[in-house]
């Protein structure tokens, strides 16, 4: 049983790692969206206060700066929290590891309560989408919550109920995200056929014509529908992986089709590609652990 207690700490401490990258590239895409980007916008929230429920607008500046530069800071912090924790080595019994994971806990929670708020004010403010935006961008809000729900107490993470629980929130939001995507695609969404259309990686065009760029796009979208049905039934690390390397890809296709400038709208879909991943670590935990346990069985 040693063998089991030290690899199942390893693999998991692998998925709260990325987790922790995955948080802070969204930090660093909503900082970059709305405050340092050369195309710089405020965000959702700031148009719902001032368009629609008429605070003044030096208001809801502060509001939308004080959510921007909050979720920035809250991305160092995270990094931060977790250097410290390993490079003291830290355990859930030292009494500083409980300060460290209050103030990852309130890092963290601003980020999902901010990602939340946002994805509110576009859901009311937005186009005819906008209503799926909750579910769009499910990924995004669970992302720093299932972190928290990991950094809770690592004993019972690595082992129990928490890892559990964790890893179910985490796996039906990369799921429901997909799978809207796949819907939107399906029903061949003016901005996605842009991507395909405007694309040039390496200067390379991938698709001249509307028709055909329907035909891919409508393919593309029934099959992450597939993928995220796939992902919740069957649960295995190479679903885990292919996702998380499309939602690289189609996170990076803002940059293929915008430019250098779209740089942030990347960063901001960071849990698209960094969820899947984590869940193909949490998959490999499982995976180690049912493999040493047929071992010591004999079988």
């Known amino acids: 049983m040693d063998a089991n207690r030290s690899t199942l700490p390893t693999q998991f401490n692998t998925a709260i790692w990325c987790l922790r990258f995955t948080v802070v590239a969204q930090c660093v895409g909503i900082s970059g969206r709305y405050l340092f980007a050369k195309f710089e916008t405020e965000s959702p929230i700031y148009g719902l206060f001032f368009f629609d429920l008429d605070f003044p607008e030096v208001k809801c500046q502060l509001i939308d700066d004080f959510g921007v530069y909050g979720c920035l800071f809250a991305g160092v912090t995270t990094i931060c929290t977790g250097i410290i924790t390993d490079c003291f080595r830290l355990t859930d019994k030292d009494k500083k590891s409980k300060l460290i994971f209050f103030i990852d806990a309130s890092a963290l929670g601003f980020v999902a309560i901010w990602t939340l708020g946002m994805a509110i004010a576009e ?177």
């Not at 961008?137 to 129990?160: D, H, Q, W, Y």
């Not at 400038?261 to 652990?289: D, M, Y």
Request: aromatic share 14%; proline share 3%; hydrophobic share 55%.
């Open 123 to 299: 859901t009311i403010r937005g186009d005819v989408f906008a209503r799926f935006t909750l579910l769009e961008e499910a990924v995004r809000i669970a992302s720093p919550l299932v972190l928290i729900i990991f950094l809770a107490t690592p004993k019972m993470s690595c082992n129990g109920l928490f890892r559990r629980g964790g890893m179910l929130l985490l796996l039906i939001a990369t799921s429901t995200t997909f799978a809207f995507h796949g819907y939107k695609a399906i029903e061949l969404y003016g901005t996605f056929l842009d991507y395909i259309l405007l694309s040039h990686p390496f200067g390379v065009t991938l698709v001249e014509d509307q028709g055909t760029a329907e035909v891919i796009l409508t393919v593309i979208g029934w099959v992450d529908i597939g993928l995220a049905i796939s992902l919740l039934v069957f649960r295995y690390r190479a679903i885990a992986i292919y996702m998380s390397a499309w939602g690289f890809l189609t996170a990076l296709s803002r940059m293929t089709a915008g430019g250098w400038e779209a740089w942030p709208e990347v960063f901001i879909r960071a849990a698209n590609a960094g969820a899947p991943l984590t869940l193909f670590f949490l998959f490999s935990v499982k995976f180690h652990f049912r493999n040493k346990i047929d071992l010591l069985n004999g079988q």
